[in-house]
């Protein structure tokens, strides 16, 4: 376990990315990508909007509505575009890669439209570069959307393309970056299962609540080296923003503009209170706050048998017996739209 974070992880991480873009590079000395303009990496896989009116619009905001001018360079990450190379790169990582050389390449720019993963990949490049990221959603909406008040669809593509640049922290949990949140239990897993909960209404709510059993573990949570929590739990998260399903009301006061990260173990104490926790919890309803311990800091060690699976802003990632978490703060320029709240986000200033 770490005394301290590392203050160097996001510069080393940027240049490790970096370096392996320029690696994979023409050979003579030149970096691939487009000086100067936009670059967007989209997956139309996710996309419940017509691609080729996407096209349009960001080349009608990029281009200044010229005929034909499209200022920006089109990534495509979706699994159709390799379809003979069933081994070959995720689109996660034909993402990551894309806006590594857009960032190499001295992009103003890198847009990001598609899901969480498509936005999570180019934070990945982006996090710790001057490069601003902007988000179109394809999906229902992405996290990161969602807490900055990125509109869904179409109506992004304004701000993602020319919005108010802003900071904000972001964390790296096991040596992969996020947004929004990382953790695991069973916040985690009805956060994946949201929708087909809606759609299947009591029989869905009680099927979640017989897989809930799989997700009751027994956790230590380190917070800047001190011990917080030992214990029984059904869920940890670590939140950089606050929003999210059903997260909202465990990490309500949780800023991206802070340098820190907030921390909720839900952990109730005895047999009733776990009842009502693992109902509140398949019915969406808010938790208790006896039943919530909560603390902040720059980094947090949390340790678990058996090992579980976890989830870096919905995307779910492989069982592990530890989660290390950090902040990296004021990491990633966000394009943001311009008549944003102020309380949206607590700028610490602008970047252009």
Known sequence: MRDEPDRWAVDRRTRMVLDGVCDDNRGDGRMTGPRGRPVVVVDPAVSIVDVDDLREALSRHTSNGAPGGEEFAWVDTSNSVDTDDRDGPSGFERGRTAAARAVAAGAPTVIACGDDATVRS??????GTSTALGVVSLGPGTLLASNLSIAPGLDAVPGAVDGEPRRIDVGEANGEVFAVVAGFGAETLLGRTDHEQQRGGFAAAMSSLRDLRRVITSVTVHVDGIQRFAGRTVSVLVANCPGGPGRSSLVPDADPTDSQLDLAVLAPRHPVAWADVLWRLVTGRPQRQEHVLRCRGEWVHVQTWPPRSYDLDGDPRPPSTRLDV??????????TPREIPADVVTSKGSSS
Do not use: G
Not at 122 to 127: N, R
Not at 326 to 335: E, T
């Open 122 to 127: 180019c934070i990945e490049a982006v996090a």
């Open 326 to 335: 950090q902040v990296w703060p004021d990491a990633l320029v966000v394009r």
